[in-house]
C-alpha cells in the first residue's frame, strides 16, 4: 500500500519542530547533544515514532532517553501549537541504530577489501594448470578442400 502523503508531510512537519524546540532548549541537564533522524507518522495521524541519536557514551544515552521521556508532554504541547490539525499525536521517542549499523558496514567494506586485495596478489604470480585456453576452437576451412 502507497504511504500517505498526509502522515509524511505531518512527519516532516513534527521533525522540524522537534528538532527547533530541542535546539532552543529543553532545561534538563540529562539531555545530551540530540540529532533526530526520522519521524513516522501513524496512517490515522495519531502517533508518532521520533527516532533519534545521541553522540557520546551509553551513559549519556539513557540520560538523554530520560529526559526526552519526561519532556514528552512538553514536547508534544509544542507540536500541537505547531500543526494545524484536529489531534495532536501522542509522541514515542526510540534510540535509532543508524551509527551502529554504519559502522558494523563500514567494517564488512573493510575485510571485503582485504580478501579482494588478498585474492589479487594470489592472482598475480599465478600459472595456468593446462592450456591457457582450453576451449576448442572451429577448425579453419583448409584450401585443399
Do not use: C, W
Amino acid at each position: 500500500m502507497a504511504e500517505n502523503p498526509r502522515a509524511r508531510k505531518l512527519a516532516d512537519r513534527i521533525k522540524e519542530i522537534i528538532a527547533k524546540r530541542l535546539d532552543k532548549g529543553i532545561r534538563d541537564p540529562r539531555l545530551g547533544f540530540v540529532t533526530i533522524t526520522d519521524v513516522q507518522v501513524t496512517g490515522d495521524l495519531q502517533h508518532a515514532n521520533i527516532f533519534y541519536t545521541v553522540y557520546g557514551t551509553e551513559e549519556e544515552r539513557e540520560g538523554t532517553k530520560a529526559a526526552l521521556e519526561s519532556a514528552k508532554g512538553l514536547l508534544r504541547k509544542e507540536v500541537g501549537a505547531n500543526i494545524n490539525s484536529r489531534l495532536t499525536p501522542s509522541l514515542d521517542f526510540f534510540l535509532d541504530a543508524i551509527p551502529e549499523n554504519a559502522q558494523h558496514i563500514e567494517d564488512l567494506l573493510r575485510e571485503a577489501r582485504n580478501r579482494d586485495t588478498e585474492v589479487a596478489g594470489l592472482a598475480q604470480g599465478a600459472a595456468y594448470a593446462g592450456d591457457e585456453d582450453p576451449y576448442v576452437k572451429p577448425r579453419e576451412a583448409d584450401d585443399e578442400e
